[in-house]
């Protein structure tokens, strides 16, 4: 499957003859593999040399995009965790969890509070709803020893699932309650620890722009923010205010502070970062900037992400092949994604066009570039 389409179109315009020469080489070299494992293993490699700073996006869709193996159980293609969904929002989290089903992940799972989890329960039966989080104003008349207790409850509950996610999402539709950040910031120590990627966004941006060190360092970790969150970012990391003369350099500068964390910057063009270059996905999109399209975006970010340390580790089995860093790889796709998506539905439902149309556009967006049969 991957072969076909990886050497038509797409993949012809990335690859060089030189290329396809290599390519060549390591079929006959590679015993063992799979053809279309070698092929993706060189994909990999090419995208890693590019020298542009536009991605070649599509690539990147078709080279980390698994096929549909039927040999594969369930959860293979990817059991995604979002944290998020309080009092205030319910829609954020919805988007972010049914985005990553509509990719192809097979399981989709949000944490929230218990308000929260009978909503999103109700948009979809597609979702594992855990109504683990508590808010301040939901437990104001405990003292200080029965909230540590809560606390640790919560930890305990998010600790019997952690094991089994490939990714996880915190934020979107987080809020900000104190008490539910101080949790929130367990759970994600407690990821780390268990080397999970973590993906972060909205108010969860919130809270690491706080608590740098949640993140600091972490290879694994993905931070999306948009224009705002960028901005606050900056302005507590680099202790400066945002300067659009040098967009690269201050985004290289902010991930390189952060210990090399991907920095995925949402705007006209999205800007990807993991401090050692900077690539951009400026695909035309959509002109309506309604609500919710960054939660879609997170999401996706979610499940590319796993599903391209599923291809480097087969391009690490061969060493002649180079590492590439599946976090930016999860972020070209996601935007890319988005931005397709975004199109067609605008296609359809011009200034009607709402979050939930971009969603089911997903599919068809990513069909086109790596059909399912
Ligand atoms: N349906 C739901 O449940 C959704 C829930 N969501 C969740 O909400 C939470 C907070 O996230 P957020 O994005 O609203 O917070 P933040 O970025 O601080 O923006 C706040 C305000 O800043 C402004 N503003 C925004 N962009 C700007 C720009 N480019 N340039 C200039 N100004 C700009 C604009 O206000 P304005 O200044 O226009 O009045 C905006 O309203 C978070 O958890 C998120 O996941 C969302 O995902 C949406 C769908
Ligand atoms: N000015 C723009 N022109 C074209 N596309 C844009 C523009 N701004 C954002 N986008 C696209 O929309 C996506 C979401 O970005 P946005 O800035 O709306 O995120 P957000 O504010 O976090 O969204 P949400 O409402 O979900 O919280 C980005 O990935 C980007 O592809
Ligand atoms: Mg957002």
Redo the contacts with the bound molecule.
């Keep these: 499957m991957f072969v076909k389409h990886g050497m038509n179109s797409g993949f012809s315009s990335l690859a060089s003859s030189a290329v396809l020469r290599r390519q060549q080489f390591l079929i006959r070299s590679l015993k063992g593999y799979s053809v279309s494992d070698k092929i993706r293993m060189e994909a990999v490699k090419c995208l890693s040399g590019g020298a542009s700073l536009e991605a070649n996006a599509e690539s990147v869709l078709r080279t980390i995009t698994p096929s549909l193996d039927p040999t594969r159980h369930k959860g293979q293609a990817g059991k995604i965790a979002v944290i998020g969904g309080c009092r205030e929002y319910t829609g954020?989290p919805y988007?972010a969890a049914i985005s990553a089903l509509k990719i192809g992940a097979d399981l989709s799972h949000v944490f929230c509070t218990e308000g929260a989890a009978t909503v999103i329960k109700s948009y979809s039966p597609e979702l594992i709803v855990h109504p683990i989080l508590e808010e301040s104003y939901n437990i104001s008349g405990v003292n200080d020893e029965g909230k540590r207790d809560i606390s640790k409850k919560i930890l305990s509950e998010f600790d019997k699932w952690m094991e089994r996610f490939d990714c996880l999402l915190v934020g979107p539709g987080l809020g900000r309650d104190p008490f539910l950040l101080e949790c929130v910031s367990k759970i994600m120590t407690r990821a780390r620890q268990s080397n999970v990627p973590i993906v972060v966004?909205?108010d969860g941006l919130f809270l690491v722009t706080n608590s740098i060190e949640l993140v600091s360092g972490y290879r694994l970790a993905v931070l999306t923010p948009?224009?705002n969150?960028y901005k606050r970012l900056v302005q507590k990391v680099l202790g400066c205010d945002v300067n659009d003369q040098n967009t690269h350099g201050e985004l290289l500068s902010l991930s390189k502070q952060i210990g090399n964390v991907t920095i995925l910057r949402?705007?006209?063009s999205?800007l990807i970062s993991d401090g050692e270059k900077v690539q951009s996905v400026s695909i035309y999109?959509?002109p309506r900037?309604c609500?919710?399209?960054?939660?879609i975006?997170s999401g996706s970010v979610a499940v590319f992400l796993f599903w391209a340390r599923q291809c480097n580790s087969a391009a690490e089995r061969e060493s002649t092949i180079s590492r590439t860093n599946p976090t930016v790889l999860g972020c070209i796709a996601g935007?890319a994604l988005?931005?397709k998506a975004?199109a067609l539905a605008f296609e359809h439902k011009k200034r009607s066009t709402l979050t939930t149309d971009i969603i089911e556009h997903l599919g068809q967006s990513l069909e086109a570039i790596s059909p399912a049969s």
């Design positions: 954020a988007f966004d909205g948009n224009v969150e949402k705007g006209k999205d999109g959509s900037r609500g919710g399209q960054g939660d975006l935007s988005l931005r975004a």
